[in-house]
């Protein structure tokens, strides 16, 4: 029924050969099996906006738009405001008229007719800035036509369809070009970062394809980073056809082939940790970032996300620290054949020995092992700890104790516990008898780490610091709540060795340091397309440390004359915004997810996975949710997660999220929507497509947001999942007042509209987003300096120039490099980590194929052991 009254509006509007093509799409899906049907009408939609928009759009009208939307002065100071100019000059009519063409005609060869069509330039086009220009010449002109028009042919095979870029996508695409021809030419006074701001649904990930696949054909590497596993995989699925009709080479770069530094490849797609993994080799090689190989690739950037803004401004690489390896594995297994012993006894006698009570002060029981080394319970904590004693003798015990001194024998790190609150237990083991003071100095602050981990482990949360898939045990980013498969903590170890004895547990400490943004600032240009690049603070980050120029993107929709326009989200007024706590506020999501969904699909946000599964499991407990909802698994609810099935099942939930459900309710059969539940991974980037317009007269797909974001990008990201191309949207926010009131007096916000709380609230997250970046570039000049010593450190390595304790200090100062200042790292270094007899050898030994060779030789085997990143 859907297809039949989409057919019958867009009948009198379509031409013959476009026509034709739709017959071609539609005998596609009836000729294929049930099963295969969604992969194929998932696209439908996007054919319909194409058809009805296919004539609508107006070039003098985007230029217009262009320029009302970048006013700033950065853009006209910057040269951005020539180069629009320049572009006007090149594209001056659509590439290609398609009414009237037969899309299944095989023998039309769209080049030939592109090249019959566009008007060839009279001269070459001339970018003048203050010290040099850019040439745009024909033959860059002919290549951006080459490519789009490969695009127009893939979009046609695929969907049976005449679907060219927007012309802000071209517009945009050809500001890019000129950017890219400076930075072949070797003009330096261009701008190095550039960042387009296009919102969601305004096929971003086009732009870049064609981008990158222009940087190619110009004889550079681009490397596309998209810091999303699912829409990683989704795009170069996509894309690779197109790479291929240009005759470009196209690879993912993975945990195995280092694509990044293949010149045969000419277009990466990656994400962050394989571009932080290539800065780190190359470190660990005793080489400074490749200036020759840099010189000749670009960054381009889906999202600003990854920049560096909403996670720490380094990566941390961990490397298996032999020095204490014996040690470290008599304290694991000593850890792991402990007892617990509960309850405070004058004596306690374990497997592992006698514990006697040796008695109290400041609220603080101590218990004697038989070995002399001390245990201690803490009431005013009810947890017990190794007491940190300088020294087992009962003579030193009896003289701290006779003082009548009221404080603790010494100073130690009292919180590394490795007990539970509320009821005091202690694992013991042989563990115990191992005695702190005797240690050498860098193997004790090992030990208090270990210790540290092993409480810390007890207080860790499934589904809010971690999430389990099987016997493997993931991270959840603290921002994103996304799973980080290579970053690791002590603690995760902890409980992994937990979870799977077989589990090797070994000791890792950071040995090398990468910053963000030195290793992104060794390519020529980076480029970026990003549906928000966030709020001033964010902005001047990425000029402080970038140099970044930012413009806008008009929607292609706002260049249709006599149409609607594109279409904003629409906050709906709720009552009771703010809940009193977690069971509230998800009861007030179940109970607004169920009426939605009699009407358009619906999309609820959790805040973190346990909160996911969370709702799921209230939804399917709900008598106001429909019973047919919960017969049988993704029918009515979805929950859209990565799991154990990968990021395919991901995608595949995704479509799920918008196809309606038939319900029966007193024999009779109605057409509801699903209630689609997901964090943050399921919340940016995905396209939940809308083809019924019934949803449209019911306001559009629903998205309820259960808490504040800590970045403006990620509201807009939530925000930008409804409303996506001329549709329209809604979002409802309902949030815990526990959770989001960041100091502010609730008090105040009683009675205040739903728009006004998110405002207030956003502008609170928006100082916490401030200072965070005020810290970050803080330490980012002390992060550039340890990767530079990092560089040091592994040619030291390399020569077998450092001893067991120059290595310890190094490993050392990499814990405590970011409290330390610049002056006082680099005297720290020549202190106790460089060799005074050692002649370094030059960073920049490249021209000697022997004594690279050895050197990847000697770094191989650590290499492969520095697999994870601290987190």
């Known amino acids: 029924m859907l297809l039949h009254e989409c057919c019958e509006s867009l009948h009198g509007d379509l031409s013959g050969g476009a026509m034709k093509g739709f017959d071609g799409m539609l005998d596609d899906i009836l000729k294929a099996k049930p099963i295969a049907w969604l992969p194929l009408l998932k696209n439908i939609d996007t ?100 490519i789009v028009t490969c695009q127009l042919e893939n979009m046609r095979r695929r969907m049976k369809v005449f679907l060219q870029p927007h012309h802000t996508q071209t517009t945009t695409l050809l500001m890019f070009a000129f950017l890219v021809c400076a930075a072949q030419q070797g003009n330096t006074d261009t701008c190095k970062t550039v960042l387009a701001e296009m919102g ?32 990683l995989q989704r795009d170069c699925s996509v894309m690779k056809d197109f790479f291929a009709s240009l005759g470009i080479t196209m690879a993912i770069a993975d945990k195995t082939e280092d694509s990044l530094t293949d010149p045969s490849c000419r277009v990466v797609y990656s994400s962050a940790w394989n571009i932080d993994r290539a800065a780190r080799n190359c470190a660990m090689r005793g080489d400074e970032p490749d200036a020759e190989q840099a010189g000749e690739a670009i960054l381009i950037v889906d999202e600003v996300d990854g920049l560096v803004l909403d996670t720490v401004p380094y990566v941390h690489w961990l490397h298996e620290d032999t020095s204490t390896v014996e040690e470290f594995k008599s304290w694991v297994k000593a850890r792991s054949n402990g007892v617990r012993v ?34 201690v319970y803490c009431l005013e904590e009810e947890r017990w700890c190794l007491s940190p004693v300088l020294g087992s003798s009962e003579n030193m015990w009896a003289e701290k104790t006779s003082s009548g001194n009221s404080s603790l024998p010494c100073s130690g790190p009292w919180d590394v516990l490795t007990g539970s609150t509320g009821h005091p237990v202690v694992k013991v083991g042989t563990l115990d008898a191992i005695e702190v003071s005797c240690m050498e100095e860098y193997t004790r602050r090992t030990f208090e780490n270990f210790q540290t981990a092993c409480y810390e ?157 969370r709702m799921v ?31 395919d099942d991901l995608v595949r939930k995704v479509e799920l999220a918008t196809k309606p459900v038939t319900t029966t309710r007193d024999g009779k059969r109605s057409k509801r929507w699903p209630i689609a539940v997901t964090t943050a991974e399921g919340g940016r980037g995905h396209d939940y497509r809308i083809m019924d317009a019934g949803v449209d007269k019911q306001g559009g797909l629903c998205v309820i947001i259960t ?122 270094w020549r202190a106790h980590v460089l060799p005074r007899t050692t002649e370094m050898r030059s960073t920049t030994s490249r021209s000697s194929v022997a004594s690279r060779t050895s050197v990847v030789k000697r770094v191989e085997a650590p290499i492969a052991r520095a697999s994870e990143c601290a987190h």
């Open 200 to 231: 969601t649904g305004e096929g971003k990930s086009w732009v870049i394809a064609m981008l990158a696949a222009f940087v190619a054909k110009k004889g550079m590497q681009a490397h596309v980073l998209v810091d999303n596993d699912a829409l």
């Open 617 to 647: 499991a209230e939804l399917h407990a709900s008598t106001d949710v429909p019973e047919e909802y919960t017969s049988r698994p993704d029918h009515g609810i979805v929950e859209i997660k990565c799991d154990e099935n990968g990021n």
């Open 707 to 828: 808490w504040i974001p800590d970045s403006v990008r990620d509201w807009t990201q939530f925000k930008g999942r409804t409303a996506r191309q001329d549709n329209k949207g809604q979002y409802v926010v309902v949030l815990n007042m526990e959770k989001e009131m960041h100091e502010i007096d609730a008090g105040s916000l009683r009675g205040a509209k739903a728009e006004d709380i998110v405002n207030i609230l956003m502008d609170a997250m928006t100082v916490k987003t401030a200072a965070q970046l005020s810290g970050f570039s803080q330490v980012i000049p002390k992060a550039n300096l340890m990767q530079q010593l990092s560089v040091k450190f592994w040619q030291l390595v390399d020569g077998n120039a450092l001893s067991k304790i120059q290595q310890r200090q190094w490993i050392h100062l990499c814990q405590v490099y970011r409290k330390m200042s610049e002056e006082s790292i680099e005297e720290h």
């Open 47 to 146: 054919v319909f906006l194409a058809l009805e928009y296919q004539d609508k759009e107006s070039l003098p009208v985007a230029y217009e738009k262009f320029k009302s939307a970048n006013t700033a002065e950065d853009f006209a100071k910057s040269g951005l405001g020539d180069v629009l100019q320049c572009v006007q000059k090149i594209f001056r009519q659509p590439i290609l008229q398609t009414r009237g063409l037969d899309v299944l005609e095989e023998s039309l060869d769209l080049h030939k007719l592109v090249k019959a069509t566009v008007v060839p330039m009279l001269e070459e086009v001339i970018w003048r800035t203050a010290t040099s220009e850019t040439k745009f010449t024909q033959k860059d002109w002919e290549l951006v036509l080459e």
């Open 342 to 375: 509960s309850g405070l006894t004058e004596c306690c006698e374990t497997g592992n020995g006698v514990y006697t009570r040796a008695g109290s002060f400041a609220n603080r029981t101590f218990f004697k092992h038989e070995s002399a080394v001390l245990f």
């Open 457 to 613: 482990a007890e207080t860790k949360v499934q589904g809010i610091h971690y999430q389990a898939f099987g016997k493997q045990l993931y991270l959840l980013d603290s921002v994103t709540k996304i799973p980080k498969p290579h970053s690791t903590d002590m603690w995760l170890e902890v409980l992994r060795s937990e979870l799977d004895p077989e589990y090797v547990f070994s000791f890792k400490a950071v040995q090398t340091v990468i910053s963000k943004v030195l290793s992104h600032q060794t390519y020529s240009r980076i480029f970026g397309l990003t549906g928000s690049v966030g709020g001033a603070a964010e902005r001047d980050f990425l000029k402080t440390h970038y140099g970044a120029v930012v413009f806008q993107v008009p929607s292609f929709l706002d260049t249709c004359p006599d149409t609607r326009g594109k279409q904003r989200p629409t906050l709906q007024e709720s009552e009771h915004i703010l809940q009193s706590s977690e069971e509230a506020q998800i009861e007030r999501v179940v109970q607004l997810a169920a009426e939605y969904s009699s009407r358009v699909p619906v999309l609820v946000l959790a805040a973190n996975p346990r909160m996911r599964e």
